[in-house]
DNA sequence: CTCGGTCCCGTACGCGGTACGGCAGGGAAG
DNA sequence: CTTCCCTGCCGTACCGCGTACGGGACCGAG
């Protein structure tokens, strides 16, 4: 339990390891380890078992190598998690022809989020704390930056708009990864689920309290074995979200 | 690291313990442990000194009890955690008398669950996984959807509303927790880190790429450091959510 | 006084991150 | 070719975590 960023961070070393200011240091004999294949092994045993299984033996048994080899490239797990998540960034598709304005384009990018999320529960649990001043991180921003440019806002404004539509997305992601894990770990899909908890839910809301969460806490269990879900909650965030960014887009507009 | 479900979850045991189903067994000897002690003792402990200083072995300690004892009234870690949550939103404030209409009300509830994550962060990392349908949850849940009643949406758009609007505050507050965070761990404040990599990012940034980067990342660090930050982050996004619910609303009162 | 249940906890196990120090092998210097 | 050192590699060990297990202490009931 944790995910905090321990011991003294050495932003210089980080830096240089997310940067690969580095030479290659081509060496024959061993398993011919490298930031790359470290980090590359990382990111499948992650995808494929989890984030929690994703030790720093795990890593090393995955590349034939000692457990200690690894942080002869990488000073710590920390710094590993740090250059996974950049490396993921730099996968995301930036396509440069979106047509029909901001909205699509913001449209676009929160998909691609999304989908990155899904791809990748773990980096869920692992971007928590500060941002990490990775390579990919810029560029991704810097092109995100792009689907609001030129439309009236300023430079603040830009930023708000960008940190608004992840943080939803964000949460939108979370929210459909619980219910994903909550199966996997419990062993009982989300319905079997409500159905051992009903009982008592029943028990506690028919006793005359918390009206209004029976009801719609029930209307929303019913709908999420249907057709709602995390799902519809992202899309209709979603359309919240722009609805009120256009508020102010077409108050920039007319001023 | 980790924050996982960990091992098998029994309903009834978890919700028995949420619910206090249990005699105050009064004993005289030994420390006189309880639910409500343990969790009340683990809460200031997550407070005071973060949530990775919250281990099984501390509460005992703070308690003047063995670490084992605390076994005896929770079955884990994990259930720990639970209750803890949920004996937070048993101390959110509810005021019923909120003037203004629904977008006040929202307001409210939304100050009032980011207060709640100011005075004990550790809740952003606690909450990961699934809801614990835990009584005092039951009762935010019901409380908040009163803000949202009788105003013409149906059950599945009242409950969209609010976890739209929950997430922004979980996201705001996540940001604003990362900068405190940031100071705290690394012992150097956000002005001094951004110092530290400056040199490293103009480098790069004045190396041609990422134009739009780098002027609004620089306009936003410079905000930060004086007016602008996690805060206006909030109460900006909160406006352009609450305008995105207003047209959904609207929308229904004109049909 | 005995007995059974409940509370308490000492010990120990497995597993995580990682400090430390040694080893080996290849290139550079002689 | 030999020597030396630098660097990649990693075995061992330490500390701290959650917690299974089994035993001891205390209680009220019979």
Do not use: C
Not at 25 to 53: K, T
Not at 166 to 189: C, F, I, K, P, W
Not at 210 to 231: C, L, N, S, W
């Amino acid at each position: 339990m944790s995910n905090a960023r321990k011991g003294r961070v050495d932003p210089a070393r980080s830096l240089a390891i997310l940067w690969r200011t580095r030479e290659p240091a081509s060496r024959s004999a061993g398993p011919g380890l490298s930031v790359d294949r470290i980090v590359r092994a990382a990111i499948e045993i992650a995808d494929a078992e989890g984030i929690d299984a994703l030790t720093m033996r795990r890593v090393g048994e995955a590349l034939g190598a000692g457990t200690m080899s690894v942080y002869t490239y990488v000073p710590g797990k920390t710094e590993l998690l740090d250059v996974m998540v950049d490396t993921l960034y730099g996968e995301m598709s930036r396509p440069v022809d979106v047509p029909g304005g901001w909205r699509a384009r913001l449209e676009s990018i929160a998909r691609e989020n999304l989908r990155l999320y899904r791809a990748h529960p773990w980096l869920l649990r692992a971007e928590t704390s500060r941002p990490v001043l990775g390579p990919h991180l810029l560029a991704k921003y810097d092109y995100e930056l792009g689907a609001v440019a030129g439309i009236g806002l300023d430079d603040v404004e830009m930023d708000a708009v960008l940190t608004l539509v992840l943080g939803h997305v964000r949460s939108a992601a979370r929210a459909e990864l619980d219910v994903v894990n909550l199966e996997r770990e419990t062993g009982m899909t989300d319905g079997q689920w409500w159905q051992s908890h009903a009982p008592w839910l029943e028990h506690f809301m028919k006793s005359g309290s918390y009206p209004t969460a029976a009801r719609v806490g029930t209307a929303a269990g019913q709908a999420h074995g249907a057709a709602y879900g995390p799902e519809h909650a992202f899309e209709w965030g979603l359309q919240r979200v722009l609805d009120g960014i256009s508020v102010v887009i077409a108050e920039r507009r007319g001023a």
